[in-house]
């Protein structure tokens, strides 16, 4: 069984955009951050993944992972 991190890295090797924005404008690694998923916080940085993207709101990564309590992810 693959774990979610392995799932993640086949995708970007397949050419997933790492930058993809959903309705809000939450992408990959600020979704990652919000859930303290630590690998996958670092399979997408390593895949330029932009970590000074914001949402709609002006939030980024950091301030996902802060409001959530992901003291490993910041």
């Keep these: 069984m693959y774990r979610q991190e392995e799932i993640l890295e086949l995708l970007v090797m397949s050419g997933a955009d790492t930058n993809v924005v959903d309705h809000i404008g939450c992408t990959p690694l600020m979704m990652v951050s919000q859930y303290g998923l630590i690998q996958s916080v670092r399979v997408l940085l390593t895949s330029d993944a932009n970590i000074n993207a914001?949402?709609?709101?002006?939030?980024?990564?950091?301030?996902?992972?802060?409001?959530?309590?992901?003291?490993?992810?910041?």
């Design 54 to 74: 914001h949402d709609k709101q002006q939030c980024d990564a950091l301030i996902y992972a802060a409001s959530s309590g992901h003291e490993a992810v910041i």
